[in-house]
C-alpha cells in the first residue's frame, strides 16, 4: 500500500535540500550607477534553506514578490544560483542544460500555477503525456507497454476511465482536468520530488481541494517529497506537514504547519494570519482602525536596497532599534520544537531583559507580550 | 437600509442568438438596498460577471440581454429601466449613477497616461462646466480619500504599486459618487495583506459615502466577513440569497453547503473538508430539473426533472431564499 516505485528509505530522508540558497537578478545599470562600485541587483532569495524530506510536504507561504517562485525555479534548477548550494540525496548539484539536467529533472519535477498555460494547446493529452514518458524513460516497451504507461498515468490522477481523456485537446478539459494533466505529465518521469508552484490559486474553489487531496494522496502512495508554494496560509495548514513563511526574500518563521498558522511567532507571519479572510469575524464592515494599526501598515520593500536589519522592521509594530541594524537569525520558540522565528523579539537576551523589568533596551512590546498577543 | 437602489427582475443574458445561444445568466431576481454591500458568489462559468455586465450594458458581443428588467432607483427621481435607456441617459447613467471596478483593474489604467489625466477625464466628462482647479481639487481629495498621497496624482501607473492601481481605480469609481458600486474580483490579484488593507478602507468609504456595493468573488470566505447579504450562484441561476452570518452558519442549499466546506479555515478546529465532487456544468449542455443535482449529495426523485424556484424556505423566514427541493419554497419571493 505503501512504496510502489521507489526504493524502500527511511520515511523522513531528505530527499532535496537548499542551504543558504540565494539567488541576485541584475538591474540594467543607469549612467550614475557607473559610478558605484557594487551592481545594482534584486535581491530574490537570501539565504533560504530548506529540506524536502520523502512523503512530508514542506509548504513556502508568502505575498507575491516574496521570492518563493524564485526559490522553486532554483531548485527546479531553471536559473542558476547566486549562491548556495542545492543537494540531492546530500551531493551537491548544479546543471545547466543537457544530459545532467535532464537526469535532475528526473528525480525533480515542477508544476506550474496555470494550466492554461503549460500545456500545449495543439497538442492532445496522449502527446504530452507520451512524451514526458518517453523522454525519462518509462515509456514501457512496445506499444501496448506505453498505452498501459499512459493509462496508469491517468488514473493516478482519478481521471478515469482513460480513454475519455487521452485524446482530448486542452481546451476541452476543465481547469482541474488539465492541472491534473499537469501532474500526471510530472509524474511521467517518476520523480522523487514534486515542486508545486501554487497548484491550485488559479482553479475554482470547489475544484482546489479535489487537486489537494490528490497531491496528499500522491505524496502517500509514492513517498514523494513535495514542496508546496502558495499566497493562502490557511491551505497549507491543512495540506502541508511542515510551513516556512518568506518575506522579502528572507525565511521568517518555521515549523510544524498547526504550530505555525495557530501561534505564529514572527509578527509577519501574525500580520499575514490576521488578514487572511474569517468568516467567524463577522464585522459586516471590515476590521476597526485599532486593529489596521496593531497589524502593521505599508507594503513589502524594494528588493534591489532591502532595509538593512530585520527586513520586516520598517512595517512591524515591535519594531526596537535592534531591529534596524542586526538581520536576525532563526531564533527557537519555546513552544514546539522545531519552530522558530527569525525575530529578536525571541532572542533569549530580550526575553529574559523583559522578564526581569530591567531592560531600558526594550521600549517596545516585547516577546512575551507578543506570544500573549499571538496566543 | 432604506429602500431600494436597483432591482433585477427575471434577468436572461445570451451568448449568441437563435438556436445556438448559450444561456449564461437565467432568470435572475435581485434586489439591492441602499447603503448595503451584497456580495455575489459562484465558481468561475457561474455567470456572476456575466450578470454585472449584463445590468450596466457593458456585454461585449455575442453577449446579449435576452429578457428581464433592471429597474434603478436615483436618489430623486422616478426609477427608471437601465435596460431601455437610450444612449445619451445611458452615458450620463453610468459611472455617475453606478460605477464598475473591474476584474484586474490593476491593468485598467491607461499606462501611458498619468494618473491625474485620467482621474480628471472622468470628471470632465460627467460635469463639463466645472473649472480646471475645482477638478484638481475633487482629483486630489479622491486620491487622499483611499489613503494616497495627492502628489501622487502625477505618477504613471507603472510607478505605482499593485494595492495602489487598485485604490486608484476605486477612487475613479467614486469620482462621481455614484449610488451603487459593482465590483468585479477587485482585490483577486492582491496579496491578503493588501485584500485587508483596502476592503478595510472600502468599509470606511461605504458608511461614509453611503453608497451600495455589489461585490463580486469567488472567494465566499471573504464574502462572509465583508457582505450584509449573500447570493449564490451556480449555472447561471441564483441558487440561495441570505443575510452573509446566516448563509455562513446554516446553509440551506446543498452547494452553499459544498462551497463552505471547500475552502480551509484558519481558525478554530480542522474542520472536515469535504468538497463538491464532479465539475461545474457546462452551460451548452444544462442538466433538466435542478442545475447542481448531478453534483448533489442529496439530490432526490423531484431534482432531475423539475427546476426548484427562488423562495423563502419558511413562512417565518423571510430574509432567505434558496432553491431547492429540500426546502421548497412557500411562495415565490414576494417583489
Same mark, same amino acid.
Given at each position: 500500500?505503501?512504496?510502489?516505485?521507489?526504493?524502500?528509505?527511511?520515511?523522513?530522508?531528505?530527499?532535496?535540500?537548499?542551504?543558504?540558497?540565494?539567488?541576485? /537578478?541584475?538591474?540594467?545599470?543607469?549612467?550614475?550607477?557607473?559610478?558605484?562600485?557594487?551592481?545594482?541587483?534584486?535581491?530574490?532569495?537570501?539565504?533560504?534553506?530548506?529540506?524536502?524530506?520523502?512523503?512530508?510536504?514542506?509548504?513556502?507561504?508568502?505575498?507575491?514578490?516574496?521570492?518563493?517562485?524564485?526559490?522553486?525555479?532554483?531548485?527546479? #534548477?531553471?536559473?542558476?544560483?547566486?549562491?548556495?548550494?542545492?543537494?540531492?540525496?546530500?551531493?551537491?548539484?548544479?546543471?545547466?542544460?543537457?544530459?545532467? /539536467?535532464?537526469?535532475?529533472?528526473?528525480?525533480?519535477?515542477?508544476?506550474?500555477?496555470?494550466?492554461?498555460?503549460?500545456?500545449?494547446?495543439?497538442?492532445?493529452?496522449?502527446?504530452?503525456?507520451?512524451?514526458?514518458?518517453?523522454?525519462?524513460?518509462?515509456?514501457?516497451?512496445?506499444?501496448?507497454?506505453?498505452?498501459?504507461?499512459?493509462?496508469?498515468?491517468?488514473?493516478?490522477?482519478?481521471?478515469?476511465?482513460?480513454?475519455?481523456?487521452?485524446?482530448?485537446?486542452?481546451?476541452?478539459?476543465?481547469?482541474? #482536468?488539465?492541472?491534473?494533466?499537469?501532474?500526471?505529465?510530472?509524474?511521467?518521469?517518476?520523480?522523487?520530488?514534486?515542486?508545486?508552484?501554487?497548484?491550485?490559486?488559479?482553479?475554482?474553489?470547489?475544484?482546489?481541494?479535489?487537486?489537494?487531496?490528490?497531491?496528499?494522496?500522491?505524496?502517500?502512495?509514492?513517498?514523494?517529497?513535495?514542496?508546496?508554494?502558495?499566497?493562502?496560509?490557511?491551505?497549507?495548514?491543512?495540506?502541508?506537514?511542515?510551513?516556512?513563511?518568506?518575506?522579502?526574500?528572507?525565511?521568517?518563521?518555521?515549523?510544524?504547519?498547526?504550530?505555525?498558522? #495557530?501561534?505564529?511567532?514572527?509578527?509577519?507571519?501574525?500580520?499575514?494570519?490576521?488578514?487572511?479572510?474569517?468568516?467567524?469575524?463577522?464585522?459586516?464592515?471590515?476590521?476597526?482602525?485599532?486593529?489596521?494599526?496593531?497589524?502593521?501598515?505599508?507594503?513589502?520593500?524594494?528588493?534591489?536596497?532591502?532595509?538593512?536589519?530585520?527586513? /520586516?522592521?520598517?512595517?512591524?509594530?515591535?519594531?526596537?532599534?535592534?531591529?534596524?541594524?542586526?538581520?536576525?537569525?532563526?531564533?527557537?520558540?519555546?513552544?514546539?520544537?522545531?519552530?522558530?522565528?527569525?525575530?529578536?523579539?525571541?532572542?533569549?537576551?530580550?526575553?529574559?531583559?523583559?522578564?526581569?523589568?530591567?531592560?531600558?533596551?526594550?521600549?517596545?512590546?516585547?516577546?512575551?507580550?507578543? #506570544?500573549?498577543?499571538?496566543? | 437600509?432604506?429602500?431600494?437602489?436597483?432591482?433585477?427582475?427575471?434577468?436572461?443574458?445570451?451568448?449568441?442568438?437563435?438556436?445556438?445561444?448559450?444561456?449564461?445568466?437565467?432568470?435572475?431576481?435581485?434586489?439591492?438596498?441602499?447603503?448595503?454591500?451584497?456580495?455575489?458568489?459562484?465558481?468561475?462559468?457561474?455567470?456572476?460577471?456575466?450578470?454585472?455586465?449584463?445590468?450596466?450594458?457593458?456585454?461585449?458581443?455575442?453577449?446579449?440581454?435576452?429578457?428581464?428588467?433592471?429597474?434603478?432607483?436615483?436618489?430623486?427621481?422616478?426609477?427608471?429601466?437601465?435596460?431601455?435607456?437610450?444612449?445619451?441617459?445611458?452615458?450620463?447613467?453610468?459611472?455617475?449613477?453606478?460605477?464598475?471596478?473591474?476584474?484586474?483593474?490593476?491593468?485598467?489604467?491607461?499606462?501611458?497616461?498619468?494618473?491625474?489625466?485620467?482621474?480628471?477625464?472622468?470628471?470632465?466628462?460627467?460635469?463639463?462646466?466645472?473649472?480646471?482647479?475645482?477638478?484638481?481639487?475633487?482629483?486630489?481629495?479622491?486620491?487622499?480619500?483611499?489613503?494616497?498621497?495627492?502628489?501622487?496624482?502625477?505618477?504613471?501607473?507603472?510607478?505605482?504599486?499593485?494595492? @495602489?492601481?487598485?485604490?486608484?481605480?476605486?477612487?475613479?469609481?467614486?469620482?462621481?459618487?455614484?449610488?451603487?458600486?459593482?465590483?468585479?474580483?477587485?482585490?483577486?490579484?492582491?496579496?491578503?495583506?493588501?485584500?485587508?488593507?483596502?476592503?478595510?478602507?472600502?468599509?470606511?468609504?461605504?458608511?461614509?459615502?453611503?453608497?451600495?456595493?455589489?461585490?463580486?468573488?469567488?472567494?465566499?470566505?471573504?464574502?462572509?466577513?465583508?457582505?450584509?447579504?449573500?447570493?449564490?450562484?451556480?449555472?447561471?441561476?441564483?441558487?440561495?440569497?441570505?443575510?452573509?452570518?446566516?448563509?455562513?452558519?446554516?446553509?440551506?442549499?446543498?452547494?452553499?453547503?459544498?462551497?463552505?466546506?471547500?475552502?480551509?479555515?484558519?481558525?478554530?478546529?480542522?474542520?472536515?473538508?469535504?468538497?463538491?465532487?464532479?465539475?461545474?456544468?457546462?452551460?451548452?449542455? @444544462?442538466?433538466?430539473?435542478?442545475?447542481?443535482?448531478?453534483?448533489?449529495?442529496?439530490?432526490?426523485?423531484?431534482?432531475?426533472?423539475?427546476?426548484?424556484?427562488?423562495?423563502?424556505?419558511?413562512?417565518?423566514?423571510?430574509?432567505?431564499?434558496?432553491?431547492?427541493?429540500?426546502?421548497?419554497?412557500?411562495?415565490?419571493?414576494?417583489?
Amino acid at each position: 500500500m505503501t512504496t510502489t516505485e521507489s526504493a524502500p528509505a527511511p520515511a523522513d530522508e531528505v530527499v532535496l535540500e537548499a542551504v543558504g540558497l540565494t539567488k541576485h /537578478f541584475p538591474v540594467r545599470r543607469r549612467l550614475r550607477d557607473l559610478l558605484s562600485r557594487t551592481p545594482t541587483v534584486v535581491h530574490a532569495v537570501d539565504d533560504v534553506s530548506i529540506a524536502l524530506r520523502r512523503g512530508r510536504v514542506t509548504a513556502l507561504v508568502g505575498e507575491s514578490g516574496s521570492g518563493k517562485s524564485t526559490v522553486a525555479r532554483l531548485l527546479a #534548477q531553471l536559473y542558476p544560483r547566486t549562491g548556495g548550494d542545492i543537494r540531492l540525496h546530500g551531493a551537491s548539484i548544479r546543471v545547466r542544460g543537457g544530459r545532467r /539536467f535532464r537526469a535532475y529533472v528526473r528525480r525533480v519535477q515542477l508544476i506550474l500555477q496555470d494550466p492554461f498555460a503549460s500545456l500545449n494547446p495543439v497538442h492532445t493529452v496522449r502527446y504530452h503525456l507520451t512524451r514526458s514518458l518517453r523522454i525519462h524513460g518509462n515509456a514501457g516497451t512496445g506499444p501496448d507497454g506505453l498505452e498501459k504507461a499512459l493509462a496508469d498515468l491517468l488514473t493516478r490522477v482519478s481521471l478515469t476511465p482513460p480513454e475519455r481523456y487521452l485524446d482530448a485537446f486542452p481546451h476541452e478539459l476543465s481547469g482541474g #482536468q488539465r492541472q491534473r494533466i499537469a501532474i500526471a505529465r510530472a509524474l511521467g518521469a517518476d520523480p522523487e520530488v514534486l515542486l508545486a508552484d501554487e497548484p491550485v490559486s488559479m482553479l475554482d474553489v470547489s475544484i482546489r481541494l479535489g487537486v489537494l487531496n490528490l497531491l496528499q494522496d500522491l505524496k502517500d502512495r509514492l513517498n514523494l517529497a513535495i514542496l508546496y508554494i502558495t499566497h493562502d496560509i490557511a491551505s497549507a495548514r491543512y495540506f502541508a506537514d511542515d510551513t516556512i513563511v518568506m518575506y522579502a526574500g528572507r525565511m521568517v518563521e518555521g515549523g510544524d504547519s498547526e504550530t505555525v498558522t #495557530q501561534r505564529p511567532a514572527h509578527p509577519y507571519t501574525r500580520l499575514l494570519t490576521d488578514s487572511a479572510p474569517d468568516p467567524e469575524r463577522i464585522t459586516g464592515a471590515g476590521g476597526d482602525a485599532d486593529a489596521a494599526t496593531e497589524r502593521g501598515h505599508g507594503e513589502p520593500p524594494s528588493l534591489i536596497r532591502p532595509p538593512a536589519g530585520c527586513r /520586516f522592521h520598517p512595517r512591524c509594530p515591535h519594531a526596537m532599534p535592534r531591529c534596524t541594524t542586526e538581520l536576525p537569525p532563526p531564533i527557537p520558540v519555546d513552544d514546539r520544537p522545531g519552530h522558530w522565528a527569525a525575530c529578536w523579539l525571541f532572542d533569549p537576551a530580550t526575553v529574559a531583559a523583559e522578564k526581569t523589568g530591567t531592560a531600558a533596551a526594550t521600549p517596545t512590546a516585547g516577546a512575551t507580550a507578543g #506570544q500573549e498577543a499571538a496566543r | 437600509m432604506n429602500g431600494k437602489v436597483l432591482e433585477i427582475r427575471g434577468l436572461c443574458v445570451d451568448y449568441g442568438i437563435g438556436a445556438d445561444a448559450v444561456r449564461a445568466v437565467r432568470d435572475v431576481d435581485l434586489t439591492l438596498h441602499r447603503g448595503e454591500v451584497l456580495g455575489l458568489a459562484g465558481e468561475s462559468g457561474s455567470g456572476k460577471s456575466t450578470l454585472a455586465y449584463g445590468l450596466t450594458r457593458l456585454l461585449p458581443p455575442p453577449g446579449v440581454v435576452s429578457g428581464g428588467q433592471v429597474i434603478y432607483h436615483p436618489a430623486e427621481g422616478p426609477p427608471v429601466d437601465v435596460l431601455t435607456l437610450s444612449p445619451a441617459r445611458l452615458r450620463e447613467f453610468r459611472w455617475a449613477e453606478t460605477s464598475i471596478v473591474f476584474q484586474g483593474a490593476m491593468n485598467s489604467l491607461n499606462p501611458v497616461h498619468k494618473v491625474s489625466t485620467q482621474l480628471l477625464d472622468v470628471i470632465r466628462a460627467h460635469e463639463p462646466t466645472s473649472t480646471a482647479a475645482s477638478r484638481l481639487a475633487r482629483a486630489k481629495d479622491l486620491l487622499r480619500l483611499v489613503g494616497i498621497a495627492a502628489d501622487r496624482l502625477d505618477s504613471y501607473p507603472h510607478q505605482l504599486s499593485g494595492g @495602489m492601481r487598485q485604490r486608484v481605480m476605486i477612487a475613479m469609481a467614486l469620482a462621481l459618487e455614484p449610488q451603487l458600486v459593482i465590483m468585479d474580483e477587485p482585490t483577486t490579484a492582491l496579496d491578503v495583506v493588501m485584500q485587508r488593507q483596502i476592503l478595510g478602507q472600502l468599509a470606511e468609504l461605504r458608511e461614509r459615502l453611503g453608497f451600495a456595493v455589489l461585490f463580486i468573488t469567488h472567494d465566499l470566505s471573504l464574502l462572509v466577513e465583508f457582505s450584509d447579504r449573500i447570493a449564490i450562484m451556480y449555472g447561471g441561476r441564483i441558487v440561495e440569497e441570505a443575510p452573509a452570518a446566516r448563509l455562513y452558519a446554516e446553509p440551506l442549499h446543498p452547494y452553499t453547503e459544498g462551497l463552505l466546506h471547500s475552502f480551509p479555515a484558519l481558525r478554530g478546529p480542522r474542520r472536515e473538508l469535504t468538497g463538491i465532487p464532479g465539475s461545474p456544468p457546462d452551460l451548452r449542455a @444544462m442538466p433538466a430539473g435542478c442545475v447542481f443535482h448531478p453534483r448533489c449529495p442529496k439530490a432526490f426523485e423531484p431534482c432531475d426533472e423539475r427546476v426548484p424556484v427562488l423562495g423563502p424556505p419558511g413562512v417565518d423566514d423571510p430574509t432567505r431564499a434558496v432553491a431547492c427541493w429540500l426546502h421548497p419554497a412557500v411562495a415565490p419571493l414576494p417583489r
